[in-house]
């Protein structure tokens, strides 16, 4: 039997999302509302996840923090 991530389901209201893009330099990073690092990508990385569609910029919000949540909860088996 598949063992489950006994975790924090994390939502937008919970998680803070930094980025940071330059020229060939990429950062996205998500984190619990204390500051903790839950997950964060670098340059190639980033570009990879876009490519993938694991991510996918929200055209509200201008940002991937709804799929960072979003990948955060599917690498870690949280469902609602």
């Known amino acids: 039997m ?5 975790g924090v ?4 209201n919970n998680t803070e999302y930094q980025d940071w893009f330059e020229r060939d330099r990429a950062h996205i990073c998500l984190s619990d ?4 690092t839950l997950m964060e990508f670098w340059d190639e990385d980033v570009g990879q996840l876009i ?7 929200n055209r509200r919000d201008g940002n991937f923090h709804s799929s960072m949540v979003d ?3 599917y690498l870690h088996g949280l469902t609602r």
Do not use: P, S, V
């Open 2 to 6: 598949k063992k489950k991530f006994k």
């Open 9 to 12: 389901f994390r939502t937008m």
């Open 33 to 36: 509302l204390k500051g903790k």
């Open 51 to 57: 490519e993938d569609g694991f991510i996918k910029l």
């Open 71 to 73: 990948y955060y909860n």
